[in-house]
């Protein structure tokens, strides 16, 4: 080892909101993101709903002297919106899509159609790979009746699983992104425990920023203030986690986060605010982050808790997949009869036509468009059914690894 | 190291096409599996197209004293069809699905309801990982057209990156499964080039069983005549591939195929031949399987026609997001062209009705359904086109990578 050599690693994590048309002074805020980047010269950039690859390609020419490595991840039928930029080479990166992510109706919502995924890059320094996943997960639309909660918590075992699977070989991990969970939510807590990340803002040495990190703030133009009205303060649902597997630890030094308008304008960067967190990495005998195997008991417990909310929309799917499957076949047998019915008369059994044309005609449309809509529905449901079985299993299976830890 | 310990590991692994309804004599065939796994008792046993939950239930309660460790893997509409039965513990799993499976409108085909996927069971044996990959790519529904080769591709590529991020940490990685592509294909040679993997077949000291190691025979009842038409031998597409990663090494004793009938009845257990292999796995100082290095130019090429093959078939996608989206615009043109003519004679402009209304009424129907169709195709083309990009893109830079190592 040629006396420990160290790095401080300056990371930038931002959601930028930048959908074409929707979101408001998109160009203005990408321009501004670009500038400030080019400016403050951090180390990784992982940037989080970029949706329209344009901006990507301008932000792209802009950093390139600055950051000349950077990759645009693509999925679904609008795309991932993530992107990272980085000083250190990216040698290889790999997109996960979760299994599940809304519903296609939701057109409001439109998660269904972002195809939402963790990318992962991996770099290098010093020769030791580090890995760096930059995310996005189902957002949250109602706190009080969260009908999405299982669907992020699948996706928040899924993110753990996936880092657990791919980080072995790194030395350092290192998670940026919108969990679209608070801090003490079931499904942060789950994915902390399980993968032995550590909360940037719960480790940093200082801290500078909106109170609590808040990363949602009302004092944001763009934010939706009806939303935030139970929290007056904002909420924290971006996040920076990191670990340090092997020889190697991790610090966080400092952690800020940016308040409202971006200095020297009007606007803030985004409707949510930045995450800047300065990490000290170090090449240690000690290995670090091995604080997985202490806390097993607190850790099953998490898991319990995450598979009942599972458990809860596994039984709402299997009811919605039961209604959409009646429903369809009760649009068949109508269909059926109306054939009978016309087969009948073309026959000439029956000696005059029972309805006026235009409304049998009008009928038989109705029943094969909820025929079609509703074999739609069984077919999602179905799936939907299927990932959240799944990923109660591997859950039960975790829980009994664990409970059979010595 | 504790004077070499050496491991004997048995693997069975078989393309079990168990579809319900579909499958002929699938309870019988399934019986009859049971029974072998049970008699001849394996290690390891990776079955795919095992559709119906019933079915591994079944072979779950029949092997539970043999196989005391199995997992399902759950997925997509229909599901996976893969599952594992191991004698030693599975200490995780892990299911990767296929960002590009066909097309939702070639029902015929059927796969991409399956939701194809790769499942990943983690085991372990002296305390170190084992690493088995299970899988089954997108199936090959005519050589000289291969309208599919792309998605395969994809799949490929996908499965290839899939293997290499999760097994880093692994000592020894074998996969089993059904490739649907022939040895010399390039789905193949980028899979085996990028990732290492060294075929079974290939590396055999002895080999029993169907001439070439082929797994879809003309002698086999089940399978289809004319399909193998051009190949009087049959066709090798399910594979035993394996490597050892840092202090092992892993050397193929023996790989058998069936042949046909099982022994003892008149039917053989699938439409697809088993593949059998004798694995012999030992501890030692040398590190084994880093042979990828030394083969950078070769593999350079394989990259590059791979991205050839995917950017047709991106080529093919565009052409085709566009050609459906232009007829989603025209079936809207056409609806809000009758919505003006229905709203002038509403409203009195038209003296009399230049059409019959069930004629009117019938082509607004049918608009509105070529309206919704062609939304949706053009959606998942626009899907399709973001991953067989996405591809092209990871595959590019790999070729980098290669290009610029000394």
Chains 1, 2 share one sequence.
Not at 36 to 49: I, S
Request: with cysteine; net charge neutral.
């Amino acid at each position: 080892m040629e006396g420990e050599p160290t790095l401080r690693l300056r990371v930038f994590d931002l959601n930028c909101w930048a959908i074409r048309y929707l979101s408001k002074r998109r160009q203005e805020r990408i321009r501004l993101i670009g500038d400030t980047l080019r400016r403050e010269g951090f180390d990784l950039v992982l940037l989080q709903e970029v949706w329209s690859e344009q901006d990507y390609r301008e932000l792209k020419v802009k950093l390139a002297d600055r950051y000349p490595f950077s990759h645009y991840f693509r999925s679904g039928v609008i795309g991932s919106g993530l992107c990272v930029f980085s000083r250190f080479p990216i040698l290889d990166t790999l997109l996960y899509q979760y299994s599940l992510n809304g519903y296609p109706y939701m057109l409001q919502h439109g998660d269904w159609f972002c195809g939402k995924s963790v990318g992962l890059v991996v770099s290098v320094w010093e020769s030791e790979p580090l890995c760096f996943p930059s995310l996005q997960l189902h957002a949250e639309y109602c706190r009080d009746e969260d009908a999405y909660l299982p669907h992020r918590l699948v996706q928040a075992w899924e993110l753990a699983q996936f880092i657990r699977h791919t980080s072995k070989a790194a030395d350092v991990v290192l998670l940026g992104g919108d969990l679209n969970m608070h801090p003490e939510d079931v499904g942060v807590r789950l994915l902390r425990g399980w993968t032995g990340l550590r909360d940037a803002f719960a480790e940093a040495t200082r801290f500078e920023g909106c109170k609590n990190g808040c990363t949602l703030v009302p004092d944001n133009r763009f934010t939706n203030k009806s939303e935030l009205l139970p929290f007056p303060l904002g909420i924290r649902i971006d996040y920076i986690l990191y670990k340090a597997i092997s020889s190697f630890t991790v610090k966080c030094e400092e952690l800020k986060t940016t308040t409202g308008p971006a200095p020297g304008t009007d606007i803030p960067f985004s409707d949510h605010e930045a995450v800047m967190a300065t990490l000290h990495i170090q090449r240690q005998g000690q290995p670090a982050g091995a604080t997985l195997g202490t806390a097993d008991l607190a850790l099953a417990d998490v898991v319990t808790e995450a598979r009942t909310e599972v458990d809860v929309g596994l039984r709402a799917a299997q009811r919605q997949r039961y209604s959409s499957g009646r429903m369809a076949v009760l649009a068949l047998l109508l269909l059926l009869l109306q054939a009978t019915a016309a087969l009948g008369t073309l026959a000439g059994l029956g000696t005059e036509q029972p309805f006026p044309k235009l409304s049998f005609c009008l009928l038989a449309f109705l029943a094969l468009g909820v025929l079609v809509l509703a074999t739609g529905l069984h077919l999602f449901h179905t799936k939907e059914v299927k990932m959240l079985h799944g990923t109660e299993d591997q859950m039960s299976m975790a829980l009994r690894a664990l409970q059979e830890r010595p």
